[in-house]
Antibody, heavy 123, light 110 residues
Framework: EVQLVESGGGLAQPGRSLRLSCAAS????????MHWVRQVPGKGLEWLSA????????AYADSVKGRFTISRDNAKNSLYLQMNSLRVEDTALYYC????????????????WGQGTLVAVSS | QSALTQPASVSGSPGQSITISCTGT?????????VSWYQQHPGKAPKLMIY???KRPSGVSSRFSGSKSGNTASLTISGLQAEDEADYYC??????????FGGGTKLTVL
């Protein structure tokens, strides 16, 4: 059974940093592209970032480009999101998601999701 | 800036069919044909229902189907059931950003 477990969320002040982690199990993590998606409670979904299985290609939404950095450690079956220069508008539930495409170009079919980790940015 | 437009809400009675549309502002939907659809119940993570416009992941009911006409993708749910009541989101590859979600549609089963 695929499991994705996010951690690292919490309360941060504007301008500070947080690092989110996503622990993966139940599948061959190194074979799949991964994504981060967030959702303000009660609002819609926002795609944030993607990383290919081999970390060769990385993409970001304009809203986080230059502030957030995605990375992965295939040896540890883990995905990360380093969030710097946090803003109040970054307050949301952050999900990691597994792409449905194996060993290929990610196609944005987010096949499996974690339960999310909540980030609150406030002074 | 690419965007996907969905109706805010749709409704239907049990047994009926409903369709949720997802229209791109640019030619993203027709160009890339990489639209996916997600179902989200309150307090739950989203669930993939359709990917690459028309494909159903294993385990998703055949009552859910995807289609495309021009730059508009659609999700059709046939034989509506009470458990289908949820929020539905489309998502498309748009090249530059490169993925964007629609604003979501609340489905009410009457």
């Amino acid at each position: 059974e695929v499991q994705l477990v996010e951690s690292g969320g919490g309360l941060a002040q504007p301008g500070r940093s947080l690092r989110l982690s996503c622990a993966a199990s139940g599948f061959t993590f190194e074979d799949y592209a991964m994504h981060w998606v967030r959702q303000v409670p009660g609002k819609g979904l926002e795609w944030l970032s993607a990383i290919t299985w081999d970390s060769a290609n990385i993409a970001y939404a304009d809203s986080v480009k230059g502030r957030f950095t995605i990375s992965r450690d295939n040896a540890k079956n883990s995905l990360y999101l380093q969030m710097n220069s946090l803003r109040v508008e970054d307050t949301a539930l952050y999900y990691c998601a597994k792409d449905i495409s194996r060993l290929g170009v990610p196609i944005g079919g987010f096949e499996d999701w974690g339960q999310g980790t909540l980030v609150a940015v406030s002074s | 800036q690419s965007a996907l437009t969905q109706p805010a809400s749709v409704s239907g009675s049990p047994g009926q069919s409903i369709t949720i549309s997802c229209t791109g502002t640019n030619s993203d939907v027709v160009t890339y044909n990489l639209v996916s659809w997600y179902q989200q119940h309150p307090g739950k993570a989203p669930k993939l229902m359709i990917y690459e416009g028309i494909k159903r992941p294993s385990g998703v009911s055949s009552r859910f189907s995807g289609s495309k006409s021009g730059n508009t993708a659609s999700l059709t749910i046939s034989g509506l059931q009470a458990e289908d009541e949820a929020d539905y989101y489309c998502c498309s590859y748009v090249g530059n950003s490169p993925w964007v979600f629609g604003g979501g549609t609340k489905l009410t089963v009457l």
